[in-house]
């Protein structure tokens, strides 16, 4: 299986994927807003088992406000946000930003909360969408 690997942008933490994401997705949720820098959060989703951190420790922080809040883990020193894991940890949605080579992600294959979109977000053309989830 192919290796492919990324980090924080201080380059503290480091971690590596095996094989093709899941699936590639662009999230407009309001709290990924606050992560991405207002746009949409484009991420892959792994299973823990293809998700290795290789460098580092990152810190975890989940919302106590929320039902089921999702564990976002950052770069401990230059803060990064790298990863977004399910509720009950069986998915690690990785942020294409950090990969090495960004350009790896290619194109999202759904695109979804975009009843949290704001005015300024532009929508790819014939990618399916959702309001919230997928079904
Ligand atoms: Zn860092
Ligand atoms: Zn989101």
Same mark, same amino acid.
């Given at each position: 299986?192919? !290796?492919? *690997?990324?980090?924080?942008?201080?380059?503290?933490?480091?971690? %590596?994927?095996?094989?093709?994401?899941?699936?590639?997705?662009?999230?407009?949720?309001?709290?990924?807003?606050? @992560?991405?820098?207002?746009? %949409?959060?484009?991420?892959?989703?792994?299973?823990?088992?293809? &998700?290795?951190?290789?460098?580092? *420790?990152?810190? =975890? &922080? %989940?919302?106590?406000?929320? =039902?089921?809040?999702?564990?976002?883990?950052?770069?401990?020193?230059?803060?990064?946000?790298?990863? !977004?894991?399910?509720? =009950?940890?069986?998915?690690?949605?990785?942020?294409?930003? !950090?990969?090495?080579?960004?350009? &790896?992600?290619?194109?999202?294959?759904?695109?979804?909360?975009?009843?949290?979109?704001?005015?300024?977000? @532009? &929508?790819?053309?014939?990618?399916?969408?959702?309001?919230?989830?997928?079904?």
């Amino acid at each position: 299986m192919t !290796t492919t *690997t990324g980090g924080c942008y201080c380059g503290a933490t480091r971690y %590596a994927l095996e094989g093709e994401p899941l699936r590639r997705t662009a999230c407009y949720c309001r709290e990924c807003q606050y @992560l991405s820098g207002g746009g %949409a959060n484009y991420v892959m989703a792994y299973t823990p088992e293809n &998700f290795t951190w290789t460098k580092g *420790t990152p810190t =975890d &922080f %989940a919302r106590s406000d929320l =039902d089921a809040p999702r564990k976002r883990q950052f770069c401990p020193t230059c803060g990064t946000h790298i990863t !977004t894991v399910r509720p =009950d940890g069986s998915m690690v949605m990785v942020k294409a930003g !950090t990969l090495d080579d960004p350009a &790896f992600y290619g194109q999202p294959e759904n695109i979804i909360q975009t009843a949290d979109a704001q005015p300024f977000h @532009l &929508f790819p053309e014939g990618v399916p969408a959702s309001e919230r989830f997928p079904g």
